[in-house]
């Protein structure tokens, strides 16, 4: 709504500059009609132009003012209610068939949600890498205790693992 009111401002706005230059031209050339020297002067005074802007812009905000949303009365709203309600049927209300199959579909659009998530790591094995990266990283920007305590975290709880001789042996080295 806004872009059509600004819109109307500017067409109105250049409709009174044209008729401005317009009378300005008929000025210029003689024959083309009698003009006073008032008016001529008026055609290209900038006061002239500034009061025909001025007066585009009170046109404006009147026409801002006209279209202003208003709130409905409660005769508006009490029709407004009733037209819908007469307008459903029971032709319009869903079925349990209806129901169940967007029930299904919903259901079926979750799980393909689900099945496209990242799966946490099962395999101990990279769990112990990634730890094993995450103290390789540790001991790169300087923080020499957490890399060992992650290293130990390592030979704890996956001991079995290649990982884990990995992390024994950097351990000895720190």
């Known amino acids: 709504m806004f872009a059509n009111s600004r819109l109307t401002f500017v067409v109105s706005l250049l409709a009174t500059w044209t008729a401005a230059f317009h009378v300005q031209a008929q000025c210029c050339h003689p024959g083309r009609g009698y003009m006073t020297p008032v008016q001529g002067y008026a055609a290209v005074n900038p006061s002239f132009q500034m009061m025909a802007a001025r007066i ?49 579909a919903e259901q079926a659009r979750r799980q393909a949600t689900r099945d496209r998530l990242p799966r946490p790591i099962q395999d101990t094995e990279q769990q112990a890498a990634s730890k094993f990266e995450l103290a390789h990283h540790l001991w790169q920007n300087g923080n020499a205790p957490a890399a060992r305590q992650r290293l130990s975290e390592i030979v704890d709880k996956f001991p079995s693992t290649q990982t884990a001789d990995r992390a024994r042996q950097t351990l000895a080295r720190l």
């Open 56 to 104: 585009a812009a009170v046109q404006y905000s009147q026409l801002m003012n006209s279209h202003s949303q208003r709130a409905p009365t409660i005769n508006q709203i009490a029709r407004q209610g009733s037209l819908s309600s007469s307008q459903t049927s029971t032709s319009q209300q869903p079925t349990s068939a209806d129901k169940q199959q967007r029930r299904d």
